[in-house]
DNA sequence: AGCTGTGGCAGGGAGG
DNA sequence: CCTCCCTGCCAC
């Protein structure tokens, strides 16, 4: 069922040229790029072949599908004038059976139909580096805002290009007018010829700014292999809670790939990086060149003209950057691409559900089987979580069922019902082996390329194995079953009770659970300096477990602030301490608040009372003093998820709340010109005057040191806000407002007050009872 | 033309 | 004041 043996074929991109044809290009040994010409056949799947009345009989053939599901019709348009000629006329003719929108089945683009066709994958037999990549970052000059391709002063004064063979070079000058920057650069890349375009938000800036100025001056923007200027057609890229919309971007015979995207990704397993832009993410891998150049946005024009070189440094940082960033994320993807019926670029911008319904529809096509229309409904059970102890509790052992619901599947014999085919079952079995055969080669693998490609890869298969369940839960996913998908989740909450019993009975004490894993503190006989007993101890609970279930050891940690559900910090043996869930760490709250918490949080393992009182003391004068770090320390952040059209509608309608996020996006459009878009993080802050928040909000970039208007007494009590958290850890109210308050006439005395920790039995308590 | 899920906490506007 | 309800962010 997966492709992807033969050596001897080195496919880096395809794109269709005609009807019926796509180009393909492979690299070939000594490192030249050719191509030819192939045949493949546009084809839809339709679940009545009626919808083709009409249509010239010559110009299609057709193939009734096996089985009983919704598509039982492969139709295949031979010579049809193009793909999308094709697509667009049975499009009609479904619209025209207004009663039934969904009466055809887009198998994908024509490269994808290509794949699919052939059972080939690109990249067969390739490793990241035999890619060949080039980077490119524009500097735009824009005297003030943010910079508009319609602005004829905002034009594109530098393009920075490097790639992986080792090449860099900045086009531009001050002596250079924008014309011939966009013709040099367009030229270089063509003369480079990359298989792969990589850059920091290319859909979302770059490319779309350089397209606006090559038109403008009637530039065409000629990147194609073949000469072709881009494709592009709007889109929208989801990351966990996270949406995007974009214009997506393809270039003939070449992959986009947006460093953006990647980090994002990236960033939805770790939640950990503080920022996504290109300096923010580089500094956090240890990407960035020593002493590299840092010229703030608004800054641009006047190094340009004051110090241009200091620019161009600047720039060639930038592509430096991206360059590291990508070689650092794209290992994963790369490998996906050559298990998936996917083109790269198409692999780099689609979530997990296209990945694997592709895996799907390619095992049903190949079979000449029918494929299922998705089933309405919805996902009932999710995972189980509880929390048992709260306070400050030590040692902690965490446990955690390895790859619960993919164990799951795999050995409670889980399959989508329509799935006649029984591709689900294999296809996860198999994915499962390769990971395993790749984890271990990683283990006996010498030297470092050889360890990350490997690592690269079982990341991959991991990624795919992780989804499938999410699919079958998923409304549009034509193999979904959510019966089949509760009874996966509601068989992981069972095996999770049976761990909290078997470590009740050896005397553990449960502090929390959350789906697949169980923070305890292990009795007494489990508890050693080494870790070597907490090791057993999970070791002889996995033993306990069903055929296929292990449970494995993962942490143990010297002590632990339980807080809520999802909502706790970890002190390893080694000081370091991670602190967990959105109440605690996340990243819209101010800075300063994020920082209290965390220090109050240190202060509360290390049971430092007094240390506490003066924290709380210090920050509070330091709001008084507008003592600030810059706005950043006190600014809130928040993402816009809607249309600013869809949030009008809604509040208008009195179906949402006014936040002060897309009011001030709106502001903030009317004055700089700046589109208000979605995914935009808006930067503000509480002015004084009072009154609701969204009226009282200033953007950040408003805020002036010199003449603070910040209003105090709204951060004062922000402070005993994010203080009041810490309330259920003293044992008397009374105590915790000592802690957190100025002192009052009798001055403050931390003898005497004690910490509190709270615990109920797991079968105390049937559900949610507060503390 | 594309899109994985549920559970949980906090903030804040609206309206009693 | 309080509750209700929506949104955003996070854990897994």
Redo the contacts with the bound molecule.
Sequence with gaps: MLYGHDLTERIVALHPVGPGTMRVYRRTPEDAVTWEDERYHPFFLLDDIDLLKGFPRDRFQFQPLAGSNAYQWLVVFPDAGSY?DA?RHIQQASDTQKERPDAIY?V??PEQQYLMQTGRTLFKGMELHDLHRLQFDLEVYSERGFPQAEVPEHRIILVALSDNRGWSRVVGGPLMDEQSVLEETLELMRERDPDVIEGHNVFGFDLPYLAARCRRHGVPLALGRDGSEPRS??????????QIEFEAVEIAGRHIVDTLFQVMSFD?FS?DLPNYTLKGVAKYFGFAPEGRTYIEGEDIAQTWREDPQRLIDYALDDVIETAAIAEHLSGSTFYLTQMVPMPYG?CA??????KIESLFVRGYLHARHSVPRAEAG??????Y??VFMTGVVGPVVYA?VESLYPSIMLNYGVQPRRDALGIFPRLLQRLTDLRFVTKRAMREASGENETRELDARQTAYKNIIN?FY??M?????AFNDFAEADRV?ATGQKLLRQIMALIRDRGGRIVEV????VLFVPPPEAQSASGDAERAFVSALSEKMPEGIRIGFDGRFERMLSF????YALLGYDGTLKV????L?????ERFGRRFVRRAIELLLAEDVAALHALYLNHRQRIIAHDWDGVASFQ???????PLARYER?VRD???????SYELAKQRAEATGEPVRIGD?IAFYIAGGGG???EAAKLASEWDPADPDEDTAHYIGRLD??AS?FSAFFETDHAFRQVFSEEDLFGFDARGIRLAVRERAPEDVTD?VPF
């Design positions: 999308w697509r887009f994908g683009g057609f709007p889109s929208s890229m989801r990351f966990a809670e996270r939805v939640r198409q911008r689609s979530g997990p559900a296209s919805s996902q009932i059970v999710g995972g979580t509880d955690d989804s999410g699919n839960g998923f409304g549009f996913a989740a959350d789906t697949d894993g809520k559900k999802k909502t967990k869930g959105s109440s760490v996340s990243r819209s709250t809130r952040i928040e993402t816009l998820k809607q809604d009195g179906k949402r709340n006014r936040p002060a993080r609701r928040v969204f806000q994010f958290k949610d």
